[in-house]
């Protein structure tokens, strides 16, 4: 008579490998990779900063002009409103704070990616307004996490890991009362969307609305560099027209030609 037992043995394991493979496939997608970066922030600010000084709210979506725009963190603190953009990312970093475009390195892959700095600046800006303060008054920190470096001298409010928690903790000049804190926390909490798969998903489509935009006024959704109208010179599409990055080979972005278009332009 056949064991059963040992014939359903592989498919045991399998029943329970099987939510773990869908759990680290997760946290590869870029989606996951940014929830595990922003998780590592919060814990680092919950464990290592007093909670009655310094008061966290984390994935604020505001609404704005042109859509809507998202805050990883915010730490309200009577030494200024910090605002935090988390990057999780892999390979060497490279940039500086006056580039529009860092760059990552992985062996001999390169990307470039927007400069965390001046996407932060928005988000900047926005608490501004809402609070009606000084710029001054409201740091710009980005936060990297991940199996990176960084291979160029960074700014002193970018940081890996937890020593963002140093810079924060440096600023100790006092910009606020006790009550304005108190009232900037109810600010920001009361201009938000409410935290929900429908906002996030209101957010992604405005993000996506955005790059869109972009393509259309021929520009890279990638860098920002202006599209180019190219011919395949070879493999399967050879003879076959597609937009292409004018910052190429730096930046390897390209996208089909609509149908209606059709006439060849040389921009550079």
Not at 104 to 130: A, E, G
Not at 155 to 179: C, H, M, Q, W
């Amino acid at each position: 008579m056949m064991d059963i037992s040992t014939t359903a043995s592989p498919f045991l394991y399998l029943y329970y490998l099987l939510p773990i493979f869908i759990v680290v496939i997760f946290f590869k997608s870029p989606q996951g990779k940014g929830i595990l970066g922003e998780f590592v922030v919060n814990v680092a600010a919950k464990l290592l900063l007093d909670k009655d000084r310094y008061h966290l709210i984390k994935n604020v979506t505001i609404p704005t002009e042109d859509g809507t725009t998202q805050i990883d963190h915010i730490i309200v603190s009577e030494y200024g409103i910090f605002v935090i953009e988390s990057k999780n990312m892999k390979g060497w970093i490279f940039g500086d704070e006056r580039q529009s475009h860092w760059t990552q390195k992985i062996y001999r892959y390169s990307h470039k990616f927007q400069n965390p700095l001046r996407q932060n600046y928005k988000h900047v800006k926005t608490i501004q307004h809402i609070l009606d303060i000084e710029e001054e008054k409201i740091f710009s920190v980005v936060v990297f996490v991940g199996d990176c470096t960084f291979k160029t001298e960074m700014p002193e409010n970018v940081r890996y890991g937890i020593r963002y928690i140093d810079y924060i903790k440096s600023k100790t000049d006092k910009l606020f009362s006790a009550r304005e804190v108190e009232r900037f926390v109810s600010l920001i909490e009361s201009s938000r969307l409410a935290r929900s798969l429908n906002t996030r998903l209101r957010h992604i489509n405005n993000v996506k609305r955005i790059l869109d935009e972009k393509e259309r006024a021929n520009l890279c959704p990638k860098c920002g560099a202006q599209l180019l109208l190219r011919t395949a010179k070879k493999g399967a599409n050879a003879g076959k027209k597609f937009y292409g990055c004018s910052n190429f080979p730096r930046c390897r972005y390209s996208a089909p030609v609509p149908s209606d278009d059709t006439t060849e332009q040389n921009l550079e």
